[in-house]
Nanobody, 120 residues
Framework: QVQLVESGGGLVQPGGSLRLSCAAS????????IGWFRQAPGKEREGVSC????????YYADSVKGRFTISRDNAKNTVYLQMNSLKPEDTAVYYC?????????????WGQGTQVTVSS
């Protein structure tokens, strides 16, 4: 049974940091790209970052480039999203999802999400 479980969200002040984790089970992480998405209240879901399986290439939305870093630990079947210099506009529910071999392919399984709130 394929499962993705996000953790690490919480309340943080502007300028602070959080590290989100996406723990995968039921499949071998090595063969899949993993993406991070977010959805703020009243807004559409947007892609934040992705790490491919093929060569470990990483991709970031312009809004988070230079502040967020995605990484993967295949031995732990876990993908991380390190978020630094957080801004109030980063407030959203963050989801991880399983993609294809590359980040350009579609996503078929999603986690339940973890809330990130950036506020003073």
């Amino acid at each position: 049974q394929v499962q993705l479980v996000e953790s690490g969200g919480g309340l943080v002040q502007p300028g602070g940091s959080l590290r989100l984790s996406c723990a995968a089970s039921g499949f071998t992480l090595d063969y899949y790209a993993i993406g991070w998405f977010r959805q703020a209240p009243g807004k559409e879901r947007e892609g934040v970052s992705c790490i491919s399986s093929s060569d470990g290439s990483t991709y970031y939305a312009d809004s988070v480039k230079g502040r967020f870093t995605i990484s993967r630990d295949n031995a732990k079947n876990t993908v991380y999203l390190q978020m630094n210099s957080l801004k109030p506009e980063d407030t959203a529910v963050y989801y991880c999802a399983r993609g294809g071999y590359r980040c350009s392919e579609g996503y078929d399984y999603w986690g339940q999400g973890t809330q990130v709130t950036v506020s003073s």
